[in-house]
Structure formats: structure tokens, C-alpha cells
Antibody
Framework: QVQLQESGPGLVKPSETLSLTCAVSGYPMSSGYHWGWVRQPPGKVLEWIGSVHHSGTTYYNPPLKSRVTISVDTSKNQFSLNLRSVTASDTALYYC??????????????WGEGTMVTVSS | SSELTQDPTVSVALGQTVRITCQGDSLRNYYASWYQQKPGQAPILVIYDKNNRPSGIPDRFSGSSSGNTASLTISGAQAEDEADYYCNSRDSSGHDAVFGGGTQLTVL
């Protein structure tokens, strides 16, 4: 079955760049779908960060758009998140997701287990 | 604040039926999806599109929509259904994804 696994540093200093990678297994990303990131600050609600189509087209949540880059590497079957100029408010559990959204439907049908990232000096 | 509004807490007696709602103007034009999140776990999709369940989700979970409100119904709630539930759809612009604030379900 399709599985997603996040990886990356658990601690990032303020003003630096948060970088995470999501490895996809059980499905060749080049076959379709969008692939995205969702985060959840401790004790708070889910927030969509953005998604990338397997072709490389990206969609970002407007409040984060100026700081976010999501990219895809179909040769490695993985996609990545870069979030620049982080502050303590970026501390969160970061999930990678398969974004099966289409037309009037938004749906994240497969989720990674999540990785906690803390922003602190 | 979220463009999708959920009641923060809902409770249900074991075996009874409970409805969890999600309100937002965008729901007049876009479908809602629903996710279940248990403590320390990633969310899982339980309902998507008009009323579709992914493989492995019990048929006691169902979805519906009317006007600006989407609903998740659990018919015959079980102890293992105790969790946070989030709705998800497009925002009012139709471009971006947005989540509701979540509903904590307690099974009594």
C-alpha cells in the first residue's frame, strides 16, 4: 500500500530554513496526484501549507506563500518542503500527505506519521 | 480563525448516534472531507466527496451536506470512535484548502 515517511531536523533556529523531505513508497509519484504538507502546532488545529503536482506545479496557502517552497523529485519518489525565516510560531507537527483533491473536492487521503519540528535557539 | 466552523466538543452515549457539523459559506459550492485523529496519531480520512468511505472505514460513518453545513454522522458510536474530528474543504475563494477547528468527540 502507499506509505509516506517524513524526515528532517527536529530543531531549527529562528530565522533559518526548515527543510523536510517526504519519501513515498508503494506508488510512483510520476503516475499522478498532488502531494502536500499539513502542519499542526501543539494543541492546535490542522493547517494546509501547500501542495505540488507531480509535474511540479505548486499551490500554497496564502499566509505562508512568501516563505514556502514545495518541490518534487519523481526520480527519487519524494517531495520536499522548505519554509524560510522561521519563528517560534512555526513549531509544529508536520505531516506529508497525498493530495487527491480534484474540482470541488479537497481530500488528503494518505498521511505520513508526522515529524515534530521545534523552532528554538 | 478558520472559514469552517465546528463545535469544539460533542459527546454521545455508547451505541447512540451523533452528528458532527461543519459550517462555512464555501460548503455551498464545495464538498467536505472528514478526518479522525486520535491522540498521538496522524489523522485518517473517514469520509470524502458526497458520502464516500475509504476502504477499512466502518459503515457507521456517513456524510451529508445541506446549504452551508456539512455533517459527519456516526450511527452506533463505539468507544474507539472517541477522537478529534476535522472537516476540510476549499476556502471561499475556491483556490485553497482549509480545515475546520476540530470537534473533540467523547463517547460516554
Amino acid at each position: 500500500q502507499v506509505q509516506l515517511q517524513e524526515s528532517g531536523p527536529g530543531l531549527v533556529k529562528p530565522s533559518e530554513t526548515l527543510s523536510l523531505t517526504c519519501a513515498v513508497s508503494g506508488y510512483p509519484m510520476s503516475s499522478g496526484y498532488h502531494w502536500g504538507w499539513v502542519r499542526q502546532p501543539p494543541g492546535k488545529v490542522l493547517e494546509w501549507i501547500g501542495s505540488v503536482h507531480h509535474s511540479g506545479t505548486t499551490y500554497y496557502n496564502p499566509p505562508l506563500k512568501s516563505r514556502v517552497t514545495i518541490s518534487v523529485d519523481t526520480s527519487k519518489n519524494q517531495f520536499s518542503l522548505n519554509l524560510r525565516s522561521v519563528t517560534a510560531s512555526d513549531t509544529a507537527l508536520y505531516y506529508c500527505v497525498r493530495d487527491a483533491s480534484t474540482g470541488p473536492l479537497v481530500v488528503f487521503d494518505i498521511w505520513g506519521e508526522g515529524t515534530m519540528v521545534t523552532v528554538s535557539s | 480563525s478558520s472559514e469552517l466552523t465546528q463545535d469544539p466538543t460533542v459527546s454521545v452515549a455508547l451505541g447512540q448516534t451523533v452528528r458532527i457539523t461543519c459550517q462555512g459559506d464555501s460548503l455551498r459550492n464545495y464538498y467536505a472531507s472528514w478526518y479522525q485523529q486520535k491522540p498521538g496519531q496522524a489523522p485518517i480520512l473517514v469520509i470524502y466527496d458526497k458520502n464516500n468511505r475509504p476502504s477499512g472505514i466502518p459503515d457507521r460513518f456517513s456524510g451529508s451536506s445541506s446549504g452551508n453545513t456539512a455533517s459527519l454522522t456516526i450511527s452506533g458510536a463505539q468507544a474507539e470512535d472517541e477522537a478529534d474530528y476535522y472537516c476540510n474543504s476549499r476556502d471561499s475563494s475556491g483556490h485553497d484548502a482549509v480545515f475546520g477547528g476540530g470537534t473533540q468527540l467523547t463517547v460516554l
